[in-house]
């Protein structure tokens, strides 16, 4: 059974992956205030103070910007 986590994101900045000199290729995207979201477990990759990092389509990641405390969003991926 997957197991998911709710989660207040917002702004983002979508990976598309690298160009010819090895320069990421990102894409911003600014929105105003939080929306809530049920994120697969299985797709988070990393957690900062700022991002939580996901993978998405094609090989791409995102790194979203949440709204939670990172103490309290540690805590609750630890628990699972």
Do not use: C, P
Not at 10 to 22: L, Q, R
Not at 28 to 36: A, L, Y
Not at 46 to 54: A, C
Request: charge should be negative; hydrophobic fraction near 35%; avoid cysteine.
């Amino acid at each position: 059974m997957k197991k998911f986590v709710e989660l207040h994101l917002g702004s983002h900045i979508i990976s598309h992956g690298y160009d010819d000199s090895n320069t990421e290729i990102e894409e911003s995207v600014t929105v105003e205030g939080f929306s809530k979201k049920l994120v697969s477990v299985d797709r988070i990759k990393s957690l900062s103070e700022k991002f939580i990092l996901t993978d998405y389509l094609d090989g791409r990641w995102i790194y979203w910007e949440y709204q939670e405390n990172y103490d309290e969003v540690k805590a609750l991926l630890l628990n699972l």
